[in-house]
């Protein structure tokens, strides 16, 4: 993973801009913008010019596949050639698990996300890359990436600390699982993933680490929004 990621093939900062999969703390607060009741004058110069939140996090749904792709393509193909999911795969993944996404949203505008699918076996497949498994008990975090404007702005630790709280209040889960390249371990050690070995997944000439994390610590402290 890097500022975006995959369980396949993640960028290549240590402040992760992606982890992926390859194919075959405490978040920042929401914040609200307040304006005056109807008929009631606001200050000098107050002009009502949205009522989208500034900032917002949820799951994502079919309708933000396109925005999830754009981001997505821009921060794997500069870096790797290949994206971890392709545009079919991301709507399949939204339509049967949209529960396990999450999306950073600011003024309405998608600039960061997580897509993960759940698995059912100790270590990940090349199978793993594309399925998603209802009864397992991992959930594979496939991808997360951020916008490009967004980068280098500490994005990606907030949404994934966020994301780790987000299914730490869901009971049938018990372990996160990624892959990534060796540069990037040091920064997922920071969230509690550790090294399990080298990754049975591939995505062409590359080879990954597999990191596993235990999400008994991790409770949810929030309302989820999804």
């Known amino acids: 993973m ?47 010019r949205h009522t989208l939140p500034a900032s917002e996090f949820r799951c994502l749904t079919p309708q933000d596949a396109t925005s999830v792709f754009a981001i997505e393509r821009e921060a794997f193909i500069s870096v790797s050639g290949v ?30 996300f997580i897509i993960s699918s759940l698995w059912d076996e100790e270590r990940l497949t090349q199978e793993s890359l594309m399925l998603h498994r209802p009864w397992g008990h991992m959930v594979h975090l496939h ?8 980068r280098q702005q500490g994005k990606g630790s907030v949404l994934l600390r966020r994301y780790l709280h987000h299914l730490g209040g869901q009971p049938a889960v018990r372990k996160a699982v990624l892959m990534c390249e060796a540069h990037l371990v040091p920064f997922y050690e920071k969230f509690g993933f550790r090294p399990v070995g080298p990754c049975k997944a591939t995505a062409g000439p590359l080879s990954f680490v597999e990191l596993q994390c235990s999400l008994q610590g991790h409770a949810c402290k929030r309302r989820s929004s999804c």
């Not at 079919?88 to 003024?107: A, K, R």
Request: glycine fraction near 10%.
């Open 2 to 48: 890097s500022n975006g990621h995959t369980v396949l093939v993640p960028a290549r900062q240590i402040e992760p801009r992606e982890f992926w999969a390859p194919r075959g703390g405490a978040g920042a607060p929401t914040q609200s913008i307040h304006y005056p009741p109807p008929g009631v004058p606001g200050p000098p110069g107050c002009r009502r």
């Open 83 to 112: 994206c971890p999911l392709k545009p079919d795969e991301i709507q399949h993944f939204l339509t049967v698990c949209p529960e396990l996404s999450l999306g950073w949203f600011q003024e309405g505008r998608l600039v960061a």
């Open 143 to 150: 991808v997360l990436a951020v916008h490009h404007s967004f």
